[in-house]
């Protein structure tokens, strides 16, 4: 028995290419497939004519333009010559002109280019809830945002985001602003800049080669940095004159150099071996009324180990609802009995109550 085709050979009517569906390319619309378009002349009456393709804003399909080059060359027997090589010259120059060939134009139409106002809301809210190293705390970057930098370039389309439309933002920033918050300042524009990605590669749309020394970028020196601490009689005036839990916070923050939101934290379960060594794991949020799992930065997680005056130190204890257990009576009458240069001693390592 003659074994019969599962399927009809493509000469025969109802070929497979019949029934199969068109196929469609996957995600949005990319100028890295095309190969740019330098238009098709064709003669048409009397004219020479250029024809290519156009986008359309909220149209899937392009439109087919056609324009006017020069007028028809004939030859001795009445027939149109070909176009020449002026003539193609000319129809390539119509195309470039339309924005055929434009990346920006690309953007604009058919990605539907945002202002960089909206794509740094778009960021911010991508930056907080990103699996990988999300920021824990936006409250700067929206500072930054809402002070400077939106006010400035806000308005503009994230394509028209460069070197030289930063340049005046830094020079308004240089005369307020210390050298290293206006790279900072920076470093956030260049962050939203590249959060536009292509959603077929992942790549950002509009790729960057930021120069400081087009922008004129102040030069961080970290001799010249701002590192405010606080002077022996500073710190004691405030502990001499507060009592009770108030001065063992005072005396707490200078002997250890912990941050005040930090040291809001401390739990009984954070004083180790006997109440020498503290843990520093947690700190108070800047902007809520809540205990937050994280520092200020990875390198903040530590322990610190902690004598005053070659005795232990009793801790104070501030528990998750943010009330203070107890503070030893003991301490507070030998923190009142506590010279000048015992002070001098546990000051050193003050970071200026931070």
Not at 155 to 160: R, T
Request: charge should be positive; hydrophobic fraction near 35%.
């Amino acid at each position: 028995m003659t074994p019969v085709s599962a399927f009809q050979s493509d000469d025969q009517s109802g070929i497979i290419a019949e029934a199969q569906p068109k196929r469609r390319r996957n995600g949005r619309k990319s100028m890295s497939r095309r190969s740019g378009q330098n238009g098709v002349v064709v003669i048409a009456g009397n004219w020479y004519r250029v024809r290519w393709r156009m986008d359309v804003e909220g149209q899937e399909k392009r439109i087919n333009m056609s324009e006017k080059v020069a007028p028809v060359v004939f030859d001795k027997n009445g027939e149109p010559k070909p176009p020449s090589t002026e003539v193609e010259r000319k129809a390539r120059e119509i195309v470039e002109k339309s924005g055929a060939n434009s990346e920006q134009r690309f953007n604009r139409v058919v990605l539907g280019e945002v202002s960089f106002r909206d794509q740094a809301k778009i960021y911010v809210r991508w930056a907080t809830t990103r699996y990988r190293e999300p920021i824990k705390n936006s409250s700067s970057v929206e500072a930054a945002l809402n002070k400077w930098i939106l006010p400035a370039i806000g308005d503009l389309s994230l394509g028209n985001v460069h070197n030289i439309t930063v340049k005046p933002l830094v020079t308004r920033m240089k005369k307020s602003l210390s050298a290293r918050t206006v790279n900072k300042y920076v470093e956030y524009i260049e962050q939203i800049v590249a959060s536009l990605k292509d959603g077929r590669t992942g790549e950002p749309i509009h790729p960057r080669k930021w120069d400081a020394r087009e922008m004129d970028l102040p030069v961080v020196k970290s001799k010249e940095q701002r590192r405010p601490t606080l002077k022996l009689t500073a710190v004691n005036t405030l502990v001499l004159g507060s009592e009770g839990d108030e001065q063992a916070l005072y005396v707490l923050l200078a002997a250890t150099g912990m941050r005040i939101s930090e040291a809001l934290a401390l739990e009984t379960k954070h004083f180790l071996n006997d109440c020498r060594t503290i843990q520093v794991c947690q700190q108070v949020d800047r902007e809520h009324p809540r205990i937050v799992r994280y520092l200020k930065t990875d390198a903040g997680f530590r322990e610190v180990d902690l004598v005053l005056g070659g005795r232990r130190v009793p801790p104070i204890i501030h528990c998750a609802q943010g009330q203070t257990a107890f503070c030893d009576p003991e301490w507070h009458s030998l923190l009142a009995q506590q010279s000048s240069a015992t002070l001098a001693d546990t000051t050193s390592r003050s970071d200026g109550n931070r």
